[in-house]
């Protein structure tokens, strides 16, 4: 779900779900299940910044050129001649960022435009993501807890990072929203953070811009998905993160992809 919040005019964040195989991709409604093995799955969210609607048509490219150019990618890696996942996304961060900065280059409107982005890309046993900004991933094991895999591309991501503050710190430190890297906006060049998280039955994973996270803690937020009120479970995942982060803040656009890993079907021999 995404939304512009109580007091934006457009919304700059965009957000994709879409499966992947050689033959192409397949987009994904708001809400749906997947049996697997099947094809790869990817969710993205991208958080545009510009003037006027620079910033949402630069989370709109963003998204739009993952569609593009990952089924290449997908089809020259499984003919071998591609080094992995980590050179697949590095590789997708790159060409994204040269589209918006000539996007820049040739439309004044467009100058200086930029965007975040946080993709993970499933297959069978593990979620390889790639993420650059402060738009997060986050990962809920079944055993409890709740990790932020994302690094927030600012200082004041680097000081929480380093513990040298916390995170009711962080959260109204004034230098929380200025970023350090991002897609377009100026930038040389891009190095994005890309790992990968390996996954097993009743884990959780939540993609979401900051506006998101801006109305709700870390401890919000696991609470939410793991034991909601009876109140709150009339509303599916994303709606009621998104719910509750409106009711307390709703200063920026907030949008959340949550994505459930779920056992696999007990097939009985009759």
Same mark, same amino acid.
């Given at each position: %779900? &995404? ?5 934006? !005019?457009?919304?700059?964040? &965009? ?13 994904? *409604? ?18 545009? %910044? *510009? ?13 739009? !050129?993952? +569609? ?11 003919? /071998? ?13 790159? &060409? ?26 499933? &297959? $069978?046993?593990? %979620?390889?993501? @790639? ?16 990790? #932020? ?13 380093? *513990? ?15 970023? #350090?890297?991002?897609?377009? @906006? ?24 900051? /506006? ?30 998104? *719910? ?10 907030? +949008? =959340? ?5 779920? $056992? @696999?079907?007990?097939? =009985?021999?009759?």
């Amino acid at each position: %779900m &995404t939304h512009r919040g109580r007091y934006r !005019q457009n919304n700059e964040d &965009t957000f994709l779900a879409m499966t992947l195989d050689g033959h192409g991709v397949s987009y994904l *409604g708001k809400e749906g299940e997947l049996t697997s093995p099947g094809p790869d799955c990817i969710f993205a969210v991208s958080d545009g %910044m *510009g003037g006027a609607k620079a910033g949402e048509f630069a989370s709109r490219v963003t998204v739009d !050129q993952i +569609t593009k150019l990952l089924p290449k990618s997908f089809r020259i890696g499984a003919m /071998g001649l591609a080094g992995g996942h980590v050179d697949l996304l590095g590789e997708l961060f790159s &060409t994204i960022h040269r589209e918006l900065i000539n996007l820049g280059r040739f439309y004044e409107e467009c100058q200086g435009m930029g965007a975040t982005l946080s993709l993970c890309w499933f &297959t $069978p046993d593990w %979620m390889h993501f @790639a993420h650059l900004g402060d738009s997060r991933i986050y990962y809920l094991p079944a055993i409890g807890g709740i990790t #932020q895999v994302s690094h927030d591309h600012s200082h004041v991501g680097w000081l929480r990072r380093s *513990g040298k503050i916390n995170e009711r710190e962080a959260r109204s430190h004034p230098g929380k929203n200025s970023l #350090q890297h991002a897609l377009g @906006a100026g930038h040389q060049f891009v190095d994005p953070q890309v790992g990968s998280v390996g996954f097993r039955p009743g884990d959780r994973f939540l993609v979401c811009s900051d /506006g998101l996270v801006d109305g709700l803690w870390d401890r919000n937020i696991e609470e939410l998905l793991r034991t909601p009120t009876l109140a709150q479970s009339a509303s599916t995942p994303a709606p009621r993160l998104i *719910g509750e982060s409106l009711e307390v803040s709703g200063r920026d656009n907030l +949008t =959340a992809v949550v994505i459930e890993v779920l $056992p @696999a079907p007990v097939v =009985a021999n009759a």
